[in-house]
């Protein structure tokens, strides 16, 4: 089961001079790949007349992401959205996209001191950055008599279960969503109270 992973909670902006050149870093709290590249364009627009426009992004924890990527956007390969990457992913930064835009000064600084200076750029706005804990969730269906409503709600509230929707039928559907850790003992109890006859379907996230 994946543990407690941090997510970027508020945006960071930093400046980094090296040699002349200029590196804006923006980092964003964003939730999925549509967001990442919505934000991303708005940067591009923003910043029409820099050099490069670099930057990468991990979904979910960084230690199992959902879906990551990066760009160099015209440095040299591997110097720039690869660096970044490794940042986010060393600082567990999840749910972020990193854009690092560049104003060329007039000196090169060659492969090594860009990578250099695309970690450091990244580095120094992780080190401003706001994490935030999330813990993964279960989602559940439940199909109960009406009589056993009342106490399956007790159950839920004892294990921080919130309610997403209720239907009623011939029986009642509930559909909960809980901390992954409680799914056990929470699956355990409805057993016992109904013995056996709530019957319990997972649903996908």
């Not at 990551?68 to 999840?94: C, I, N, Y």
């Not at 269906?141 to 159950?155: I, K, T």
């Amino acid at each position: 089961a994946m543990s407690h992973y941090s997510i970027l909670a508020a945006a960071v902006e930093h400046r980094l001079l090296e040699k002349n050149s200029e590196f804006i870093t923006f980092l964003q709290p964003v939730s999925d790949r549509e967001q990442a590249l919505h934000w991303l364009q708005h940067y591009r627009e923003h910043y029409k007349d820099a050099a490069h426009v670099c930057w990468a992004y991990i979904i979910g924890s960084t230690r199992q992401p959902q879906t990551q990527a990066f760009s160099d956007d015209g440095e040299p390969s591997g110097t720039a959205g690869k660096p970044m990457l490794h940042v986010l992913t060393e600082r567990e930064l999840g749910n972020c996209l990193a854009v690092v835009v560049r104003y060329f000064g007039g000196i090169k600084l060659g492969a090594g001191g860009l990578v250099r200076a695309y970690s450091a750029a990244v580095s120094q706005a992780a080190q401003q950055a706001n994490l935030q804990t999330v813990s993964p969730k279960a989602r559940l269906q439940l199909q109960l008599d009406f009589a056993l409503e009342a106490r399956v709600r007790q159950l839920m509230a004892q294990y921080q279960a919130e309610l997403l929707t209720a239907e009623y039928q011939q029986q009642v559907l509930l559909q909960v969503q809980l901390p992954l850790e409680q799914h056990d003992a929470l699956c355990l109890q409805l057993q016992n109270i109904s013995a056996g006859a709530i019957v319990v379907k997972e649903l996908a996230d």
